[in-house]
């Protein structure tokens, strides 16, 4: 509860699937209200009644800000504003660097990390009203590491980190910033591979991946419900055996 006695509440994007839609469940189960964000509206619509106690399914790309500005609209009308934004919208389109690949660059940078920071713009003014937000950014392994085939990917979240750090900084101690940086989970997120043999390769090995969404939105879960003096500011969180 906030200090005017309504729920807290937890806006999810990306919460169509995989990480996000874990992440919902376990956050309304924890006791927060929920806002789900995503282009797939159906999938939202079906999650928020099943969740129901005001849970609100909101059609919303996080590289469209008027979206996302009509989105804080309804989150202040409905459930009277936001204490906890999880940026978890995001795209892994593996491949070579080249030109073949230059719409998948763009695309990434867009959604992993402007839409991160456009979503964070628009929501920051419901965040801080209370003195006592959080900020969680779903960024990656790959923030930290990368390899021959993930270098913009790995640049979305390299910059998901840099920004987050310069963003604890300038927002604490009333908002809390965390970064979760999960390891291979099983999800929808290889599907969407353009590059046709890499689609394939990253499948097969995500096939056998054990670590679902359920484990990374436990985690989440539990930065957000710690006592307000306690901060936990960057998770890496891995299948045992990567
Ligand atoms: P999913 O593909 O299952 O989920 C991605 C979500 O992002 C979907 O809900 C999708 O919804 C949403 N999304 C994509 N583009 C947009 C957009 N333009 N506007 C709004 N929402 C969008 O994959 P994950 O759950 O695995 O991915 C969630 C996050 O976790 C991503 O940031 C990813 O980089 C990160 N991550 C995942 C790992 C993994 O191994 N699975 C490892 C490390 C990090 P819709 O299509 O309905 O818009």
Same mark, same amino acid.
């Given at each position: 509860?906030?200090?005017n006695?309504?729920?807290?509440?937890?806006?999810?994007?990306?919460?169509?699937?995989?990480?996000?839609?874990?992440?919902?469940?376990?956050?309304?189960?924890?006791?927060?209200?929920v806002?789900?964000?995503?282009?797939?509206?159906?999938?939202?619509?079906?999650?928020?009644?099943?969740?129901?106690?005001?849970a609100?399914?909101?059609?919303?790309?996080?590289?469209?800000?008027?979206?996302?500005?009509?989105? @804080?609209l +309804? *989150?202040?009308d409905?459930?009277? #504003? =936001?204490?906890?934004?999880?940026n978890?919208?995001?795209?892994?389109?593996? !491949?070579?660097?080249?030109?073949?690949?230059?719409?998948?660059?763009?695309?990434?940078?867009?959604?992993?990390?402007?839409?991160?920071?456009?979503?964070?713009?628009?929501?920051?003014?419901?965040?801080?009203?209370?003195g006592?937000?959080?900020?969680?950014?779903?960024?990656s392994?790959?923030?930290?590491?990368?390899?021959?085939?993930?270098?913009?990917?790995?640049?979305?979240?390299?910059?998901?980190?840099?920004?987050?750090?310069?963003?604890?900084?300038?927002?604490?101690? @009333?908002? +809390? *910033?965390?970064?979760?940086?999960? #390891? =291979?989970?099983?999800?929808?997120?290889?599907?969407?591979?353009?590059?046709? !043999?890499m689609?394939?390769?990253?499948?097969?090995?995500?096939?056998?991946?054990?670590?679902?969404?359920?484990?990374?939105?436990?985690?989440?879960?539990?930065?957000?419900?710690?006592?307000?003096?306690?901060?936990?500011?960057?998770?890496?969180?891995?299948?045992?055996?990567?």
């Amino acid at each position: 509860m906030t200090e005017n006695s309504r729920p807290l509440v937890a806006v999810i994007t990306g919460a169509s699937s995989g990480i996000g839609e874990a992440t919902a469940r376990h956050l309304a189960s924890a006791g927060y209200r929920v806002a789900l964000l995503a282009r797939r509206v159906d999938r939202l619509e079906s999650l928020a009644a099943e969740i129901g106690d005001g849970a609100i399914a909101i059609e919303a790309d996080v590289t469209d800000r008027d979206a996302l500005v009509a989105a @804080a609209l +309804r *989150v202040q009308d409905e459930l009277g #504003g =936001a204490d906890v934004l999880v940026n978890n919208a995001g795209l892994m389109l593996l !491949g070579p660097f080249g030109s073949e690949q230059k719409d998948d660059y763009k695309r990434m940078i867009d959604v992993n990390l402007l839409g991160a920071m456009t979503a964070t713009e628009v929501f920051l003014d419901q965040l801080t009203a209370n003195g006592a937000g959080d900020i969680i950014n779903i960024s990656s392994v790959a923030g930290r590491t990368a390899v021959a085939v993930n270098g913009v990917y790995a640049a979305t979240k390299w910059g998901l980190n840099g920004w987050s750090e310069a963003l604890r900084q300038q927002l604490k101690p @009333a908002v +809390r *910033v965390t970064v979760v940086e999960p #390891g =291979a989970v099983a999800t929808e997120l290889p599907q969407h591979t353009t590059h046709e !043999g890499m689609r394939q390769g990253i499948q097969q090995l995500y096939s056998t991946v054990e670590v679902t969404g359920d484990d990374i939105a436990e985690v989440i879960t539990f930065a957000v419900t710690r006592p307000r003096h306690f901060a936990i500011h960057e998770v890496m969180a891995r299948p045992s055996g990567e």
